[in-house]
C-alpha cells in the first residue's frame, strides 16, 4: 500500500500570507495526486486533481505541482475562508490512501 | 445540481450490522464509479470501498474485506454500504463521494455524511 505523508501536520498563518503544503507518498505515484480542503463538520471538497490542474470553481489562488513522489500545495494569499484542514490522496491504485491533514490556522 | 444523501446511520453493538445508503440525483449515477470514503471521530479520511457503474467491480480497503459489501441499484439511483461484524474501530462519519469523469481519480462531490457508531 501506497503512505502518504504530508508537512506540516499545522501552520499558522495569516490574510495575505503566501503558503506551502507538501506531500510525499511512500513510492511514485506519477501525477496521481488529488488535493482537498475540509471544514469543521462539513465534508472535504475537492480542489486540485491529478497534481496541478484546478477543479472547475476552485479560486486561481490556489495551485498544486509536483510529481514522482513529492507534491506542493500553495496558496498564493491566504483569504479568511481558507483557514481550513487540508488533504492530499493519491489515485494512482487501491487503497486510495490520504495524507495524515494538514491543519491551516489563523 | 450534483446531489448526494447518505441516510441509515446509527448506533450499533459490536459484532452487529448496520446498511448506509446514499440517494444521488443532478447526474447519471450509473455513468460513475461510487467510493464510500469514512473519517472516524477527529481524524483523518481513510477510503473504504469503490464500486464502478455496473456494479460487476468493486475494491475494499483490507480492514474491511470480507466484512463489508459495497452495492447500487442503478434504476434508484442509490449506492449501498453493508457492514457486518461491526468493530468499535469502524465508528465514523461515512460519505459517500462520486469519482470524476476524467482520467484519473477524483471525489469530485461528497454527500453531508452519516454517522455510525460501534458501542455497546
Known amino acids: 500500500d501506497i503512505q502518504m505523508t504530508q508537512s506540516p501536520s499545522s501552520l499558522s498563518a495569516s490574510v495575505g500570507d503566501r503558503v506551502t503544503i507538501t506531500c510525499r507518498a511512500s513510492q511514485t505515484i506519477s501525477i496521481y495526486l488529488n488535493w482537498y480542503q475540509q471544514k469543521p463538520g462539513k465534508a472535504p471538497k475537492f480542489l486540485i486533481f491529478a497534481a496541478s490542474s484546478l477543479q472547475s470553481g476552485v479560486p486561481s489562488r490556489f495551485s498544486g505541482s509536483g510529481s514522482g513522489t513529492d507534491f506542493t500545495l500553495t496558496i498564493s494569499s491566504l483569504q479568511p475562508e481558507d483557514f481550513a484542514t487540508y488533504y492530499c490522496q493519491q489515485s494512482y491504485s487501491t487503497p486510495y490512501s490520504f495524507g495524515q491533514g494538514t491543519k491551516l490556522e489563523i | 445540481e450534483v446531489q448526494l444523501v447518505e441516510s441509515g446511520g446509527g448506533l450499533v453493538q459490536p459484532g452487529g450490522s448496520l446498511r448506509v445508503s446514499c440517494a444521488a440525483s443532478g447526474f447519471t449515477f450509473s455513468s460513475h464509479w461510487m467510493h464510500w470514503i469514512r473519517q472516524g471521530p477527529g481524524k483523518g479520511l481513510v477510503w473504504v470501498s469503490r464500486?464502478?457503474?455496473?456494479?460487476?467491480?468493486?475494491d475494499y480497503a483490507d480492514s474491511v474485506k470480507g466484512r463489508f459489501t459495497i452495492s447500487r441499484d442503478n434504476a434508484k439511483n442509490t449506492l449501498y454500504l453493508q457492514m457486518n461484524s461491526l468493530r468499535a474501530e469502524d465508528t465514523a462519519v461515512y460519505y459517500c463521494?462520486?469519482?470524476?469523469?476524467?482520467?484519473?481519480?477524483?471525489?469530485?462531490?461528497w454527500g453531508q455524511g452519516t454517522m455510525v457508531t460501534v458501542s455497546s
Open positions: 463521494t462520486r469519482d470524476q469523469l476524467t482520467g484519473s481519480v477524483g471525489f469530485d462531490f
Open positions: 464500486i464502478n457503474g455496473d456494479g460487476r467491480r468493486t
